[in-house]
């Protein structure tokens, strides 16, 4: 199985419950009333109720909202809120210093995420290292156009080769710097390739079991979010 966030493509909330104290009682989690309505319609694969799409007219598949042309997109809004849940997470860790978006060396452009550990990795547990984080949906035509092997059509590998592809595109433009490099590649859903479900361990490891579980809810809750928004009931 494909490493995944709570919420993942194929519309399941592993331990995804809206009720919850924790959404009830801390503002950022809580989740408004068409969030909570849409959120069984991607649960149970439904999509919109119309056949085609009310703003290009296209078929309207699973997952075509969020690549719609028509519509208004929201990849900065997602990557910049899962950017700064990651990025808080990362500073709660004594001896930890965070910057997100540091100057590049020669360049304009940046990666989302530096850390460096002040008092060493031995003592912190957390390298330092730079991240820079990439959230996709698997609706996109890049994805729908990966093949596997042999006629493979298994939709959780489909959906790692084409996490993996991104990863690698980002490792081979990544800019210039002294520091290891980290692609993080996740879908609108959670899903989550190889190289980044390794990320999370090592993040995993070193930060406080409340921390680093209200990371993982944060995003998901910021990922449904995004997902909800460009969505029609």
């Not at 003592?123 to 994805?143: F, I, R």
């Amino acid at each position: 199985m494909v490493p995944k966030l709570p919420t993942s493509d194929d519309g399941t909330l592993a331990y995804f419950r809206w009720g919850n104290d924790w959404t009830r009682h801390i503002f950022s989690l809580r989740l408004t009333d068409f969030e909570v309505a849409a959120a069984p319609q991607l649960r149970t694969l439904a999509g919109e109720q119309e056949a085609h799409c009310t703003h290009c007219g296209e078929t309207n598949f699973f997952g075509h909202p969020e690549v719609c042309l028509q519509r208004k997109f929201r990849r900065v809004a997602r990557h910049e809120g899962a950017k700064h849940i990651m990025g808080q997470a990362l500073a709660l860790t004594p001896g930890t210093r965070v910057r997100l978006e540091p100057l590049g060396h020669q360049t304009s452009r940046r990666n989302d995420i530096q850390v460096f550990s002040l008092l060493g990795s031995q003592a912190t547990g957390l390298a330092n290292a730079e991240y820079d984080l990439t959230v996709v949906s698997l609706a996109n035509k890049d994805t729908r156009a990966t093949k596997l092997p042999n006629q493979d059509t298994d939709p959780s590998r489909l959906a790692n080769k084409y996490l993996d592809s991104v990863a690698d595109h980002k490792v081979r433009r990544r800019p210039t710097s002294n520091l290891p490099f980290h692609p993080i590649v996740l879908s609108l859903g959670g899903m989550m390739n190889g190289s980044t479900t390794k990320v999370f361990a090592s993040w995993k490891r070193v930060m406080t079991r409340s921390t680093y579980n209200l990371m993982i809810k944060r995003l998901s809750l910021c990922l449904l979010q995004a997902r909800v928004r460009s969505f029609e009931l």
